[in-house]
């Protein structure tokens, strides 16, 4: 048996990368854009790109719903997995940002599935939930690490029972021990899907040069 090392988790990353993620020009003329255009290269991995893929494929969502949009990398793998009229809304501070995504998902084809609200996350949620949005299928919360128990508690009124939400980055900055109101964040959001009555859930752990993690929750 192994001792678990980090060489051996990044080899194991590797190993699953090259076996079931073929390059993709689309996807990795995305990242090269994305950081030319100065953004943090701060997207999922492929390997949890293609894990968000598949659990959206498992799920059979046709609604999916995106906290944190970035240059549009898991926003074209999620929206990759979407039937031929399912629908991606992703949520982006930044404007910059938005911009670099929209021509990103127009390159991977997937444009015409996806619509991009600029603005805070909390008010694009409150607003989808006044205008009585159909439920989504899959939510994926991936922006600033101190809203995400907001995020959590606004998305719930904008899914159905058997609905998927899963969260990016609830494992690192938690077992840092990093003393940030990021870190508090995490912790916060882990212990309510934890709790919460109306969520199964579980964390994990994603090697990315680093282990982090992703959390999965069913809404009962
Ligand atoms: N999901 C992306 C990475 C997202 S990075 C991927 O894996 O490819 C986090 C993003 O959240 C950044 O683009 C950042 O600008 C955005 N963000 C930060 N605070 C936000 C807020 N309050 N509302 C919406 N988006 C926010
Ligand atoms: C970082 C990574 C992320 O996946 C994210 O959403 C935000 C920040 C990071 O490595 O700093
Ligand atoms: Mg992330």
Do not use: C
């Amino acid at each position: 048996m192994h001792d678990f090392d980090k060489g051996l988790a990044m080899r194991a990353d590797a190993y699953v990368e090259d076996l079931f993620v073929p390059p993709d020009e689309g996807l990795s003329r995305g990242l090269e854009d994305a950081e030319a255009a100065g953004l943090p290269p701060i997207n999922v991995s492929p390997n949890e790109g293609k894990l968000l893929h598949l659990i959206a494929r498992i799920a059979r969502a046709s609604r999916v719903l995106e906290i944190g949009t970035l240059g549009g990398y898991s926003t074209t793998w999620l929206a990759r997995a979407l039937p031929p009229q399912g629908r991606l809304v992703t949520l982006e501070l930044e404007p910059r940002h938005a911009e670099v995504a929209r021509a990103n998902l127009a390159r991977a084809g997937v444009a015409d599935r996806v619509e991009i609200r600029i603005g805070p996350a909390s008010a694009s949620l409150r607003a989808l939930i006044e205008q009585h949005e159909p439920p989504f299928d899959l939510v994926f919360i991936d922006a600033d690490k101190e809203g995400y128990v907001e995020y959590l508690d606004l998305s719930l009124r904008l899914v159905r029972r058997g609905s998927v939400i899963l969260a990016d980055n609830t494992l690192r900055r938690v077992l840092d021990g990093d003393p940030s109101a990021d870190a508090r964040g995490i912790e916060a959001f882990n212990e309510r899907i934890a709790a919460h009555p109306r969520l199964d859930s579980l964390i994990l752990p994603i090697i990315r040069g680093h282990l982090d993690g992703l959390s999965i929750s069913i809404v009962a």
